[in-house]
């Protein structure tokens, strides 16, 4: 709704104003903790993407009406089905979320929401939603560049500066739940070709206590290559296609992922025996100096090289804002990130991992076979099936490429972790000018997050 148009600027316009200016990079992510839009512009049209931002904030609703509504709808229900529906390993995402989390806790849902929950919206939901969330209270503006701090401070002003001051929303703190027992289930999945393995656990939130020690250790374990868990089953055992391990934290609490695709034919109660006993490992040892070396070292390079294009720095100056209620914290993360050693890695381990966790197995199911009396020697082989022809294809999403690790919430920009290298902006708008307006996007699904791990975290 919020690229839809606002009273000023007019309807499905957004796109061709900034593409006309030379801006790039426009789009919106949503996570289970903020969503933010973005945008790149040129720096003398500063002012014309600050007046984007504020007739949206201050007058969407003035342009919302139940066909405007109808119409987004639709394109997120087929987002949904696009996405997480009919992909390989798209139940498991809820599978999981379910499983670690109860009715009633805000994770326990994803951000693309229910089929029943969308068709139920109403232009009353939308707008109490919109007044309540989407104030400037509850905001950021996070603006970097070649300008001038006090003559965007003005301009800041003049299109910001008249709306009412309103109260911040209230903001629970839930922690992470208890889970009581080890959940195990077992999915089949029609579109999924591999069995796949996905255990996962409660963790600390982004940025909290054991947060980065648990980052740590999911490089240990998952980095392809020199992970223990890749080494043991991809290289050794030559069992696994693929493994991942992440700590994907957010604001509440966060999740620590171990997932492994094994190649077919592959026994996964051996492979499942073998995930066991490198983390059983873990918890006896300190991992060595040397793995811990080999992780700060590649985790500082890439927040370096994170800051290198001016997205990058946005995103981390939100980041931090959001997260550690300082923009300025870089130099205390990494403060801390060196200051992780082989036992509190340990220590975090055994404070985490061994409680009971969720495990989640995908088993491909085999696809149904063609009706007797088809195929190329039965009758009609040749026929067009009714209903088959082109159809218009569905708007890509917004969201940017997932990364290997799940993405930190980053207030202007993509999600990328706050230790990683960002994502890339999405591809640039067609040339300042052109005619054909850029594709509306859809409400971006979340993975935001790792490539291996199939969307199992949002962004």
């Known amino acids: 709704m919020m690229f839809q148009g606002a009273k000023h600027i007019g309807n499905d316009v957004h796109f061709k104003i900034l593409q006309e200016i030379g801006g790039t990079g426009i789009n919106g992510t949503t996570n289970s903790d903020r969503t933010n839009y973005f945008e790149v512009v040129p720096t003398h049209q500063l002012e014309t993407a600050l007046w984007l931002e504020s007739d949206r904030m201050g007058y969407m609703l003035d342009l919302l009406d139940e066909k405007s509504l109808a119409n987004q709808r639709d394109v997120v229900r087929n987002e949904r089905r696009q996405r997480y529906d009919n992909v390989p ?10 499983a670690l989390y109860p009715e009633g806790h805000p994770y326990r849902y994803l951000t693309i929401g229910r089929h029943e929950d969308l068709e139920a919206a109403s232009v009353a939901d939308v707008q109490g939603f919109f007044r309540k969330w989407y104030v400037p209270s509850n905001a950021t503006l996070t603006i970097a560049g070649d300008f ?13 500066g008249s709306f009412p001051t309103l109260p911040q929303p209230s903001h629970q703190k839930i922690g992470a739940p208890a889970l009581t027992q080890t959940v195990r289930r077992e999915l089949d999945d029609p579109f999924a070709r591999l069995y796949r393995i996905h255990y996962a656990w409660h963790s600390p939130p982004r940025l909290g206590g054991g947060d980065i020690e648990l980052e740590v250790l999911a490089d240990v374990l998952g980095s392809t290559g020199w992970g223990r868990l890749y080494k043991a089953l991809v290289l050794e055992d030559k069992s696994a296609q693929s493994v991942s391990a992440y700590q ?16 077919p034919g592959q026994d996964p109660v051996k492979a499942e025996l073998t995930i066991r006993r490198e983390l059983e490992k873990i918890l006896r040892e300190p991992i060595t100096d040397a793995e811990l070396k080999r992780v700060i070292v590649g985790t500082e390079s890439s927040f ?64 149904a076979g063609p009706p007797e009396g088809t195929g190329p020697k039965g009758p009609g082989a040749s026929a067009k099936p009714e209903g088959t022809g082109a159809k218009k294809p569905a708007p890509e999403a917004g969201d940017a490429a997932a990364k290997k690790k799940p993405a930190a919430a980053d207030a202007a920009g993509t999600d990328a972790a ?40 949002e962004g």
């Open 89 to 98: 390993y798209g139940r498991e995402r809820f599978a999981v979320a379910e």
């Open 148 to 160: 001038e701090p006090e003559q965007a401070k003005a301009l800041v002003q003049k299109w910001f």
């Open 248 to 263: 994907g934290g957010a604001g509440h609490s966060g999740t620590f992922h171990v997932i492994v695709d094994l190649k």
């Open 304 to 367: 370096v090289w994170g800051l290198e294009d001016v997205m990058g720095r946005v995103e981390r100056l939100q980041y931090f804002n959001h997260y550690a209620r300082d923009p300025g914290y870089a130099n205390t993360y990494l403060q801390r990130l060196r200051a992780v050693t082989p036992q509190r890695v340990r220590e975090v381990a055994n404070q985490w991992l061994v409680k009971p966790h969720a495990e989640i197995l995908t088993k491909p199911a085999a696809p």
């Open 418 to 457: 706050a230790k990683k290298k960002p994502a890339a902006a999405d591809k640039p708008a067609d040339a300042a000018g052109a005619e054909k307006p850029a594709p509306k996007p859809k409400k971006p699904a979340a993975t935001d997050k790792p490539a291996e791990a199939a969307a199992a975290k």
